[in-house]
């Protein structure tokens, strides 16, 4: 054998041993307490210098690993990080559990709660949307918050004019007026707002929704019957975020929205800042307008600042100016001409101050100090009628919060005020002042790994209506296989005022103010039970399913009726609304793709009239399909919402109908580009019934049921200048 054959035999020869003493392998991650696969969970071999990031099976895949005993180490946010030693080429894969890492970030730290503990430790049940899901929204809908609300189960967008588009939310049939609606805790958005609101709020700089159904009176006082929701803003991080997004519609639609946010040691900094121009639309070309025309400019600039790593203080002000014009199209665009005279217009300001400190005041126990002052003005014009006038309203709270291993205490104290002045001139003279003291004490404890007890009260004393003692109770049961359940209850109480959804139908026009010798404030009460099982199927699908059942009854109902003089006034109803119903949500995961399936059943009879009659406008059976697929490169979903008969006022039956809609979202390395098909079959009401009546110089608009702007079609950019990741 030559030298030349015999060397190359040993150098084969030593490659097949190298190979032999190098092995593959897979390191499976899963939660010790679900046995759920965690994405994103990082696996170092620190010796090796050699990490990976594990799948959606919670999979990290190495190759030629050295055999023999090797350190491992996997860390994942939130939990604890495990560290061991493990012998590389006894087998393939290898499985282990990480533990959660307590009152940390195991999952996502809600602050509806007023506490440290994450979802999975509350026993209050609070729904959770995320950045990733309120991305997709505002993609859908970048001008306002109503696409991530109408989506979710149980909840209904209600529009009560067809020239403003005025939108008010509903939780389990309830009206919106019982519905409080919180940015980063503060009550900004009641009153006189009403359904604007929910227009005047763009979703870019919000980095989380909370939701609670059922009475939350207790931690957030007066308002919240139906439940809440708390929009949570985005907070600067060390590295710089920029965020630009662009979206055109076929409706003639532009928006633009821009956020930034930077913090260094000291001082940190958020800016956003939203425009939106609508030019009035007109699908079913009847004359009259289906979406307004509307110019609106939004900022919202944070200043941060933090003198210490135990304490932080922000200040931020949110600024909105929103003109909005609808009606006959040929006066907003020509000016009045003959028939052409309807129109109805609203010209709003917001500005809104919020300072809050928190400071943790040793290792168990935190103070909390945060104020608002919150100045709305609006002017609503109709031929031959104008509403207008000035809202201010200011919130003060002191809150302490103790936790141990088993207890979270909260104690607090807060003062609300709230004034309605209206324009001197007007015929009807409905000013109206409320203060409102209160005090609460909320405690959680721990019976144990499975139980967990949530107990609270909240004294309230307004200086008109008196004192409201306000308890609550809540009990969590949970253990290792997935299942957990709550159950909860409380009282409820709203302050009356004029800014109803009736009211607001009729413009105000001819509705007495408040004669709060004659009204008692509205009470309620209400119950909430849930199940709730996660789990694998066949080990590469995840499945989860809640089933939520709930009563709620509202007392003193405040109820708008016509008089023998051409007037309305407010009274109280005689007898209780009750709301009962279920809610399912099913979710269905597999590698890349996501399945929601929801349905709502929702059953709100007004018992203070004969027959205990359904609750107008209020569907008993609502349900949802929403398939998404995302990976690094893609984001497509395709989404199917059924709406059940409903009941006009005057006791006419609706017809049912499926909205569906479209979404593709493409991510290149500093840029996402995306279509959007909003209710692409078109649906809306004026295919079942019409949406004007005449006579054409001064019309009638039939109560609305179903989308009124048909299909919208979108287009846009979102533009990441810091981003670093290479989608290409």
Known sequence: MNKNLLSALLILLSCFYLKAQTSDLQIKVVTQTENEPLLGATVYFEELEKGAITDFEGIATFTEIPNGNQVLKISYIGFETFETTIDVGSKEVFEFKLESGGN??????????????????????????????????AIMNPTNISMVLRESTGIQMQQTSLSSANTNIRIQGLDGRYTQLLRDGFPLYGGFSSGLSILQIPPLDLQQFEIIKGSSSTLYGGGAIAGLVNMVSKTPDDEPALDIMLTQTQALGSTANVFYSKRNEKFGVSLYGSGHYQKAYDPEDDGFSNLPKTTSISFNPKLFYYPSEKTTFWFGLNGTYDDRIGGDITKIEKGENGI??????????????????????DSVSSLNIKNSVSFFDRDL???????????????SEISYQKTSEKTDWIFGANLYSSDFDENDSAPLQRDQSDLTYGAFINNIYDFSDNWILETGLRADYNTDYGFFPLPRISLLYKNDDGFSSRIGGGLGYKIPDIFTEEAEFINFENVLGIDKDVIDAERSYGLNLDFNYKTRLFDTFGFSINQLFYVTAINDALLLNSTDNGLFQFENATDEILSKGAETNIKFTYKDFRWFLNYAFIDTKLNYLAGNPQKPLTAKHNAGSVLMYESDKWRIGYETFYTGKQFLSNGTETTDFVTMGLLLMRNFKHFSAFVNFENFTDRRQSRFSPLVLPPHDNPEFPEIYAPTDGLIFSVGLIIKPFGNEDHD
């Open 104 to 137: 940390e970030l195991d999952e996502v730290v809600l602050q509806s709660s007023r506490s440290t503990r994450t979802v999975r430790k509350i026993p209050t049940r609070i729904e959770y949307i995320g950045a990733e899901e309120l991305g997709e929204k």
């Open 340 to 361: 052409h005279q309807y129109t109805e217009e609203n010209i709003s300001k917001r500005l809104s101050s919020q300072a809050v400190y928190t400071t943790q005041l």
């Open 381 to 395: 014009t109709i031929p031959d009628f104008r509403f207008k006038g000035k809202q201010i309203n200011t919130f």
